[in-house]
């Protein structure tokens, strides 16, 4: 969807920070599976050994971005939604849709962060196949970015939430308007 120009600083600046994080886990993950290749075709076929901690760190950045990449639709109100139905619907309808929405959003956050934080504490030392047996490498942080990502997009909800009580219009347009940018 469209993002509104109209976002306090604090909002851009998390934006931002979400975005860039983002961009760096998803370039690191290029790096890191591009070098397994290249260790195990190239150099591995010629001393016939590769990296084998790879294999894990990309598993695990897979994990991250995952969660932070789900932040960042969050941010910009592209998570899976009901445009369709948002698109038929009269102003007052999806004023209501959206508060709907933005409610079951933070319910199922909500469940997701205090579940992850429990399986975080279980498993702190749990070790990852070849990655080292010291944080932030234990199975223990592949649960750390569910609860961050989680508690960036409750932050988007409650904003999307606020939208919904004090400005309905905008938010109604810029939900009509996405739809209408995705046709």
């Not at 932040?71 to 139905?85: C, N, P, Q, T, Y």
């Not at 956050?109 to 399986?119: E, F, Q």
């Amino acid at each position: 969807m469209v993002e509104h120009s109209g976002k306090s600083e604090p909002m851009r600046y998390l934006d931002r920070a979400v975005k860039i994080t983002a961009l760096c886990l998803y370039t690191l993950m290029i790096l890191v599976v591009g070098l397994q290749i290249l260790t195990r075709w190239v150099i591995g076929s010629i001393i016939g050994s590769s990296l084998p901690w790879t294999v894990n760190l990309s598993q695990m950045l897979l994990v991250y971005i995952t969660f932070i990449g789900a932040a960042v639709a969050s941010g910009k109100r592209e998570h899976i939604s009901l445009d369709l139905l948002s698109s038929r619907l009269s102003d007052t309808k999806v004023r209501v849709l959206a508060g709907l929405q933005s409610v079951l959003v933070l319910v199922f956050i909500s469940v997701l962060v205090s579940g992850a934080y429990p399986l975080y504490r279980q498993n702190q030392g749990s070790v990852i196949g070849a990655l080292p047996t010291h944080p932030p490498f234990t199975q223990a942080w592949l649960y750390v970015p569910v609860v961050i990502g989680g508690i960036i997009i409750a932050i988007y909800s409650i904003r999307d939430l606020w939208a919904v009580v004090m400005s309905p219009d905008d938010l109604v347009g810029d939900i009509k308007q996405g739809n209408e940018d995705d046709n």
